[in-house]
């Protein structure tokens, strides 16, 4: 069975950055596409930014284009994202997901992704 690991989250001043990591079994990223969502209590669970499965298409929430970055290591089978200019409000526990679906592009809906990490906890003070 998939497996997927995150890690990198912690305490970070607004404006500062932190660099997510999903880590998979097997060769998980290299046969599917990827998201990362984060949850803040109180909340639903909210599409963050995806990765298709070969990494030719990528797609951000608003709430944080131009200061994520999400990108696939095929050879590391790792998923990163990295998070600048954090806000206050990005605060949330992160989730990486994999979706192996045959699209070759990027879906939103947590609906459509099949397996997923346990989340770490992304804390921005003001």
């Known amino acids: 069975q998939v497996q997927l690991v995150e890690s990198g989250g912690g305490l970070v001043q607004a404006g500062g950055s932190l660099r997510l990591s999903c880590a998979a079994s097997?060769?998980?990223?290299?046969?599917?596409?990827a998201g990362w969502f984060r949850q803040a209590p109180g909340k639903e669970r909210e599409f963050v930014s995806g990765?298709?499965?070969?990494?030719?298409?990528?797609l951000y929430a608003n709430s944080v284009k131009g200061r994520f970055t999400i990108s696939k290591d095929n050879v590391k089978n790792t998923v990163y994202l990295q998070m600048n200019s954090l806000k206050p409000e990005d605060t949330a526990v992160y989730y990486c997901?994999?979706?192996?679906?045959?699209?070759?592009?990027?879906?939103?809906?947590?609906?459509?992704?099949?397996?997923w990490g346990q989340g770490t906890q992304v804390t921005v003070s003001s």
């Open positions: 097997g060769r998980t990223f290299s046969r599917s596409a």
């Open positions: 990765i298709s499965r070969s990494s030719s298409s990528t």
């Open positions: 997901a994999a979706d192996t679906g045959v699209r070759v592009g990027v879906v939103s809906s947590p609906a459509l992704y099949d397996y």
